[in-house]
């Protein structure tokens, strides 16, 4: 059930992509390639039909896109759709899979961060509704 | 030990001239301003100041000099591509490599080791069979072998793969394939820009970008404003940060991609061997590591951080093809940021906004055309015209639906 999904939804002032420098000191977590935010990785992904599961049985489907009508669309618009995507840092929407299932799913996740804000089912009538 | 040693033994300050000089404060006005200082950013300054006379340069980066991909990647170079395009590209890139140690006046340890692309199966040996012929045909030293020969090459392979993968039934070889040291490339780029005029500076990150009636006219960074009318963004993973600042959209997403060193043997490994069905590309650094890595992490993420997954999956594939590596430790592991495009070809030239030129869809290719992209870069933002060896690369094949699909872009993983 979707509620409010563009509350969270948007920019989001990215820390691990300015690990290097903080007050001129070089972060040396950074030289060794250890990540340098206490972030909460995404181990594990809630699917809305089976619960909190291990992150290696889904399928990453990409950000959750809105098709332009195929008949009516322009060139440009199609063009649009097609190929260009929301590649900044941010909070997005995204489609996942849930492969033993069979469930596909949204999830608000920082792709940044790698924080999962919360996930659900697709529901059609909320979404154009 | 060479005399000149000596010097560095007697001498109170460090007795030779730094590889580059660190500005102490940005010029309120540049002709070019060049976002990122990687080895492509470095390169097309290079470029710019010797092949243009244009030395009123500066190269903001953030961090540190080939501290991105220019540092994390595995250091191969090839040219056994699939398209006109890309095939000619380069392999103008690798007639540059040859001769760069020398133009740089640095040693870049490049060597030609030859590149092979392992067939585990018939259907494989097909595809591999293909790109022979398709490499051959666009003038590419490339062809198929049997598994006796790539036994003969790299005698300590496993061909049965342990019998925990299928059987290796031969490869794509391609003698060209090469590594170099990674780190000296942008050095001696750097130090080939700097000594012609060109500023270098580091610890210099930009925030926002300028446009006016659709043309830049500066450049906000950390440090102050910068008036210019020419930007070139060479970020690569950064890239969508950047041109979110000028409002262009992009196909580009951004994947991590992780890669290992293990501890240093005696040399042992003279060609670079690759596994597309095990996801796998080994070689043997001139310091002994074996330097491998995977294909991209399976899903979108703007962070460089590692995994045991990884580092787990990658042990085991590479003790497939060589056993006995077992006992070998891994030394270091890491991550680098790869913007992806759809087709798999990089983004380079100008760009709907006047004045802001794009190096970029550099995913998991761009440490072989660091030479190639800084040449056309900087010849694309002197004449403020596409190159002609990039004009197929333009951001606006993905308004013309003119894509330049590059099956051969990446060794595994696609």
Known sequence: ?129 | MPLRLLKFAFSDKYPEQRMFRAPDRLKPEYDVVIIGGGGHGLAAAYYLAKDHGITNVAVLEKGYVGGGGTGRNTAIVRSNYLTPEGARFYQTSIDLFRDLSRELKLNLFYSERGHFTLAHSPASLNTQRWRAEVNQHLGIDSKLVGPEFVKRMVPEIDLTCGGHQPPIHGALYHPPGAIARHDAVAWGYARGADRRGVEIHQRTGVTGIDVRDGAVEGVHTDQGFIKTRRVLSAVAGWTTQVTEMVGLRTPLVIHPLQALVTEPLKPWLNSIVVSASLHLYVSQSSRGELVAGASLDPYELISMRSTLDFAEGMSGHMMDLFPFLGDVKVLRQWAGLCDMTPDFSPIMGTTPVRGFYIDAGWGTWGFKATPVSGLTMAHTVAHDHDHELITAFNLSRFQSFDLVGEKGAASVGH
């Open chain 1, 1 to 129: 059930m979707i509620v409010d999904c563009g509350s969270q939804i948007g920019k989001y002032p990215c820390v691990s992509m300015d690990p290097l420098i903080d007050g001129g000191i070089i972060d040396d977590n950074y030289a060794r390639g250890i990540p340098t935010t206490d972030s909460t990785q995404v181990k594990i992904l809630t699917c809305p039909v089976n619960g909190p599961r291990p992150i290696q049985e889904f399928h990453f489907g990409g950000e959750v896109r809105d098709m332009p009508a195929p008949h009516d669309a322009s060139d440009d618009q199609w063009a649009e759709y097609v190929f260009n995507r929301h590649g900044e840092p941010a909070v997005r929407r995204e489609w996942w899979y849930h492969t033993p299932s069979g469930t596909w799913l949204i999830a608000e996740r920082n792709n940044c961060t790698d924080e999962v804000l919360r996930t659900y089912l697709f529901d059609a009538e909320a979404e154009h509704g």
